[in-house]
């Protein structure tokens, strides 16, 4: 017979921890600030900005498919779990799609801390397994003449999917085009588009 465990709301765990780690010594209260402080310039609208750019120049997409770290430093971001970004190029012939199988890693200064469904145990073991259905049960189907490429983020490699710039946006500005470059799109389980 399983015995049901019950747990304290997140926030009281979290505090828990937190005061445990700072009463041994082990982690300074100020850092718990500083790192609260930058994880608020964490955010997806970074990664739709270089989405954008890429999309309206092409030497900065050159840079980008070419060394993406420093890339995206050029807007400023860059700093933990952004150490070593590589950007992957969605094309009429091949989606990308990524995954963290051992945990949630994503590239912080461009996507942001991982959503929920990215860490779940589900996605982490079946989207590498059978990423088309993956991708349809989230609402995505890719065409059969269209390759999938699904590729392990680790804590080394942070990834980026560039997804496809849609079509009848030639006169957007920047902004516009970033509106249409969601966090999903840029792990690839969407393509960019009106929300
Ligand atoms: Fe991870």
Known sequence: MSEKISTAPIEHRAEA????????????????????????????????????????????????????????????YAGPQGEYIVALE????????????QCSCTAWPVLGLPP???????????????????LAEMGLNVGKDVSVRVWETSAETRYLVIPMRPN?????????????VSRESMIGVAVAGRP
Request: glycine share 2%.
């Open 17 to 76: 921890v937190k005061a445990a780690l700072v009463d041994t010594g082990l982690v300074s209260a100020q850092m718990f600030d500083d790192v609260a402080e930058i994880a608020e310039s964490w955010k997806p609208e970074n990664g739709a900005h270089v989405v954008a750019r890429a999309w309206t120049d092409p030497d900065f997409m050159d840079r980008l498919l070419s060394d993406a770290t420093a890339a995206c430093a050029e807007f400023g």
């Open 90 to 101: 969605n094309t009429p012939t091949c989606h990308n799609v990524i995954v963290c199988t």
């Open 116 to 134: 929920d469904w990215y860490k779940s145990p589900e996605y982490r073991a079946r989207v590498v397994r059978e990423p088309r259905r993956v």
């Open 168 to 180: 009848e946006t030639e006169d957007w500005t920047l902004d516009q085009l970033a509106a249409l």
